[in-house]
């Protein structure tokens, strides 16, 4: 699938960003935008693009760093996502709109993220998505605040993660007072990252030690659980005799 650009977001007159298409039929199909971890776009992230067109979603990865790279955005990309507000979000709502624009595409967006990008992704969930997939996210420290009125949210967590021990539970917590539909579970055996293959060859054996580490069975168990999740929120209004 070919790297192309995104118009009108924020950070950049045009976006860089992967888009997978499914390999059968003509669609109009839901689409997902895939939002990358602190690593930046790379080849585990296209991966997973790839997953969710193999499933059927258009899904688009922008690039959001292309304003100056890893090393110049990285710090400003992360302190849009602490505070739930800067160009990183505009980004977010030019790849929706794009992905809803298309004429292969049903208009029922959603939005999936991993560390960082699962970070995004939980707050993204209140700005025009219609479901959330978070994965290894942070949870806000005002969230009844921040997520009221979110979109369907499926979440994923590692109990190993020494980032966001009761993360789950509290994200859990604050979905159910909320009235937001979830599916939120914390894998025993995984740490974090654990979606990703990050295929840092011989920096591979710090990454495990550190507990960043892909876990295969858990990893597959919460793919199973969030594409049942897309299915249910992003195929509801499917025309019937999609090719």
Known sequence: MPEIVIPGAESAPELRAYLAVPPTGRGPWPAVVVVHE??????????????LAAAGYLAVAPDLFTAGGVLRCLRSTFRAMLQGQGAAFGDLEAA??????RPDST?????????????????????????????YAAVPKNAEQ????????VASY?????????AADQLEGVLTRLGVEHDVKEYPDAGHSFLNRHNLGPFSVLETVSGFAYHQPSAEDA?????????????????????
């Open 38 to 51: 602190a690593l930046g776009l790379n080849d585990d992230t296209r991966q997973q693009a790839d997953r």
């Open 96 to 101: 929706r709109r794009w992905l809803a624009d």
């Open 107 to 135: 208009g029922r967006v959603g939005v999936l993220g991993f560390c960082m990008g699962g970070g995004f992704a939980l707050l993204a969930a209140t700005r025009g998505f219609d479901a959330a997939g978070a994965n």
């Open 146 to 153: 921040v997520l009221e009125g979110a979109c369907p949210v």
């Open 158 to 166: 590692g109990k190993r993660d020494r980032m966001f021990r009761g």
């Open 223 to 243: 793919w199973a659980r969030i594409l049942r999740f897309f299915d249910e929120h992003l195929r509801a209004d499917e025309p019937s005799g999609q090719a």
